[in-house]
């Protein structure tokens, strides 16, 4: 399979209507080629039928010659999209083009989706925001979803967006030594990072469960959160078992 036929099945699989993950023109997902460019979804094209002439192939190079232009207007952003192609053939990509470029530059990072989950956006909109997925109520989030999550407050999608969640990263690295899984924009919705296109389907799955989790407990009384202890403990121990693997790779 070609990663542009893998990256139409992540999107359909994103896009599957009970899933509640997307609907419309909403969400987007990307791969990176390894050569300077990426395939993007296209702008105004839907997950859930996704073909591959919904798929825009675009230049990093050109996307940062867009990001290192002080306070550009709409319509240069606008235009800006277009001239990040690297097929000049191909659709105009997605608004979010900006913020796939420069995750899918982060270290290990291939592939990434977003999504406006009914059920991750129910909470991200509420007037807690992103405070209650800082803690966990279950192991498997931590397994899948990683231990700590990067929140950014709402921001406008397209370049603004991109550039807070490009100091999010960072920040987030600083403290924490590495990379989140997830990113939880407020007010809109859940990024995943991922190392392939099953990776990525699976944090966003697991994210919905979790958020379908928190909304239960709110319900019933609210959530009891695992000690910050319980959580580090499982960690600890995935951070082990892969730096196992990774010797064991090497010998
Ligand atoms: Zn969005």
Known sequence: MTPA????????ELGREERQLAILGEGNTSCDLGDGTFWVKASGT???TLGI???????????????????PTEQEIEDGLVACLADPAHQ?????????????????VKWTGHTHSTSV??????????????RHVCPDAIVVCGRHVLAIPYFNPGLDLALAVRDGLAAFRAEHGKLPKVILMENHG?????????????????????????????????????SD???????????????RKMIEAKA
Request: hydrophobic share 45%.
């Open 121 to 134: 956006v129910s909470i991200l909109a509420s007037t807690r925001g992103a405070e209650p997925f800082l």
């Open 46 to 48: 839907s997950l859930g």
């Open 229 to 243: 202890e319980d959580a580090e403990k499982i960690d600890r121990r995935l951070d082990e078992a892969y730096r």
């Open 53 to 71: 002439d919904g798929l825009s192939r675009v230049s990093h190079a050109k996307v940062d010659a867009l990001l290192d232009r002080a306070h």
């Open 92 to 108: 105009k990509p997605s608004v979010e083009t900006f913020l796939h470029s420069l995750c899918l530059r982060e270290p290990g």
């Open 190 to 226: 859940p990024v995943a990072l991922g190392a392939s296109s099953k990776e990525v389907l699976n944090i966003l799955l697991m994210l919905d469960k979790w958020a379908r989790v928190l909304l239960g407990t709110f319900a019933a009384g609210g959530p009891n959160f695992l």
């Open 5 to 12: 036929e893998e990256l139409v099945r992540l999107s359909r």
